[in-house]
Structures are given as structure tokens and as C-alpha cells.
């Protein structure tokens, strides 16, 4: 399965932006689609996971409350709402696949999205 993320660019804080992600094949119920992030200098870290077949979702504690992932079964795949951005949200965003439920470790994650920039400006 192939990942195709879009959707980032350059806004100010308190600006909302959506990403999207679409898989090119099959999902299954047991997959879990997650986003992650990394900022200049930074280790990739968790944002947000999907569980397709139970359409359950989990995020990281900095983000809870301002992002929301959902599902959207006609592009296939996940959209990450971002609200009340802040410039510490700033960073390459990448969605990711695995078989199983969502973790908050990249290494655990088979299938990446090119990754799309978000700036958030003060």
C-alpha cells in the first residue's frame, strides 16, 4: 500500500489547516493509519492514530483538544484536522500504516507517506 499525504503550508497561529492521506490499496479493518511529525532537529514523534475497522482514534497529549483525525472511506484513507495551530506545530507531517492498532513508536509502522510541511507562524 502506498501513501500519498497532502495538505500543509504556511499559516499563522490560531489558523486551522487540514492533511489528508490516501492509500492506494486495500484497507483492513485490523490497520491502523497514523500521523506523525518531525520538526527541524527533532526525533519523529505520534500525533494522531486511526483504527480503520473500529474507527477509534488516540493522540498525543500536546495535541489533544486542537487536532482530530478522521476516516473517509471514499479517499480511502485519513483526514488530520489541525485548529488553533501554534509555532511548535510547526514540522514535516507523514502518515503512516501498520496491521494492528495504533502505536506511538514509527519504528512499528511499514507503509510512509512523502511527508508535508506545516509552518505556523507567530
Known amino acids: 500500500v502506498q501513501l500519498q499525504a497532502s495538505g500543509g503550508g504556511s499559516v499563522q497561529a490560531g489558523d486551522s489547516l487540514r492533511l489528508s492521506c490516501a492509500a492506494s490499496?486495500?484497507?483492513?479493518?485490523?490497520?491502523?493509519m497514523s500521523w506523525f511529525r518531525q520538526a527541524p532537529g527533532k526525533e519523529r514523534e505520534f500525533v494522531a492514530g486511526?483504527?480503520?475497522?473500529?474507527?477509534?482514534?488516540n493522540y498525543a497529549d500536546n495535541v489533544k483538544g486542537r487536532l482530530t483525525v478522521s476516516r473517509d472511506s471514499v479517499m480511502n484513507g485519513v483526514y488530520l484536522q489541525m485548529n488553533s495551530l501554534r509555532p511548535e506545530d510547526t514540522a514535516v507531517y507523514y502518515c503512516?500504516?501498520?496491521?494492528?492498532?495504533?502505536?506511538?513508536?514509527?519504528?512499528?509502522?511499514?507503509?510512509w507517506g512523502q511527508g508535508t510541511l506545516v509552518t505556523v507562524s507567530s
Open positions: 490499496g486495500r484497507l483492513f479493518s485490523s490497520d491502523a
Open positions: 503512516a500504516l501498520r496491521h494492528g492498532a495504533p502505536t506511538f513508536s514509527a519504528r512499528d509502522y511499514k507503509s
Open positions: 486511526y483504527r480503520w475497522g473500529g474507527r477509534t482514534a
